[in-house]
């Protein structure tokens, strides 16, 4: 078993002057930031400027998501066998690219809805190749006993940027527009990439070997130490699960509070940005209560606290201070959950997972995980356009708590400070 306790942080330090981790931390948060914004851009673009009704917006998400559904496990087999860095730096420039040519169409009175579906499917294929190599690349950067650590630090600087990229995509979009928006965002992957460059550590590629299996073995490789190991295959349902209920909410809440509440982009952003305050202050404190109530508690009680916050939102009807509160509290409690629960997953993925296995495994995963959101967004625009927005909302929200039962009914309740050992399969 390998010891984890959160009390003691021997390698602070080290990654404090770690300048190739910094480099890699600088990099991501910019783009994080970018990122935040267009995840506001994008469907305030389409209901304010394109006039798209409650399908198309959730369309929007689908195809945003879909590509972690089509070609995920692929990326991950192909990843085990490349270098990750140069995949990351091509995928944040070519996300560059395209966000680019956003604003330059609607400059030129040609931006139409079926460009940004096209977009937002091509930014979703980088997504899963970035995300994936990024993963993976990580335990390459820094020691295994500092994966806590860096993860805490990675998901820190996540939740400000969840706190300041949704203000601040609020501000900018009601002041300068959507389309200025999505310019930033292209100029923080451009930053990225440069960053990212720059990291002097020499990557070792992955060993391919004469007798190397098929990509197909390989995906079925990682589905099966997914499916077989007791803690990620918990996980990924958990995740699966959360995704789909919560993005059939956040699709619809978009346009019930702009069509229903009434509020303004900049208020808007502010409420969602509350969610990445409630990450921030859990991913501070993530290393406190996990010594208090132990890995897997922390993350069943973490999971918890999300997943009943979002019923706050049914409570509110128009755009009353009161109101106004209870939407922000509603989202600073999911936020603060969701960081309790990441922090610690992310190390177990981690830990559990062989370094050679590191990027198909996580494939596996996010395939189960992330293939929640498009179907999500997808019913939630569906339901929106057939059955109207707040009962679409009701839908969601009173679904959430379903999460619950996918730790529950797992070892994870009684998961204290020893993390599993590599390789670890159903006992």
Not at 95 to 105: D, K, N, S, Y
Not at 294 to 316: N, R
């Amino acid at each position: 078993m390998e010891k984890y306790n959160p009390q003691i942080n021997h390698t602070s330090l080290s990654l404090r002057k770690h300048h190739d981790f910094n480099k890699l931390w600088f990099g991501e948060t910019v783009s994080l930031f970018g990122a935040k914004i267009s995840e506001l851009a994008f469907p305030l673009l389409a209901i304010s400027v394109l006039e798209a009704n409650p399908f198309q917006v959730g369309l929007l998400g689908t195809l945003r998501f879909l590509p972690f559904l089509l070609v995920t496990l692929f990326f991950g087999a192909y990843l085990d066998r490349r270098a990750r860095r140069p995949v990351m730096i091509f995928s944040n420039l070519a996300r560059g690219a395209i966000l680019l040519l956003i604003p330059l169409l609607y400059i030129m009175g040609e931006l139409r809805i079926e460009y940004l579906y096209v977009s937002v499917f091509l930014i979703g294929l980088l997504d899963v190749s970035f995300d994936l190599a990024y993963f993976a690349y990580l335990p390459s950067l820094i020691k295994r006993e500092q994966l806590n650590e860096g993860n805490s630090k990675l998901q820190a600087t996540a939740s400000i940027a969840n706190v300041g990229g949704g203000g601040i995509a609020g501000i900018i979009i009601q002041t300068f527009t959507a389309p200025i928006a999505i310019f930033i965002d292209a100029l923080s992957y451009m930053v990225s990439a440069i960053s990212i460059l720059f990291i002097k550590k020499k990557e070792t590629p992955p060993v391919i070997k004469k007798s190397q299996q098929s990509i197909f073995k390989e995906i079925r490789e990682g589905l099966s130490l997914v499916f077989s190991n007791p803690y990620i295959s918990k996980m990924a349902g958990e995740a699966g699960t959360y995704n789909l209920l919560s993005n059939i909410i956040s699709t619809v809440f978009i346009i019930y509070a702009v069509e229903e509440i009434k509020l303004q982009p900049g208020i808007l952003g502010i409420i969602l940005a509350s969610g990445g305050a409630g990450a921030f202050v859990g991913s501070f404190f993530a290393a406190r209560i996990t010594e208090k109530l132990e890995i897997g508690p922390a993350i069943i009680w973490g999971t918890a606290v999300a997943c009943f916050a979002p019923m706050i939102l049914l409570m509110v009807h128009e755009a009353s201070l009161f109101g106004l509160i209870l939407l922000i509290l509603s989202y600073i409690l999911s936020g603060f959950g969701v960081a309790i629960c990441n922090v610690n997953i992310i190390t177990i993925r981690q830990s559990v997972t062989p370094d050679n296995m590191l990027s198909k495994v996580n494939a596996s995963y996010r395939l189960i995980g992330y293939g929640g959101i498009p179907i999500g967004a997808f019913l939630g625009g569906y339901f929106g356009e057939v059955l109207g927005l707040y009962p679409a909302l009701m839908i969601g929200v009173l679904g959430m708590p379903l999460c619950i039962l996918w730790l529950w009914f797992s070892p994870m309740k009684t998961l204290k400070r020893d993390l599993p050992a590599t390789g670890t399969s159903v006992s």
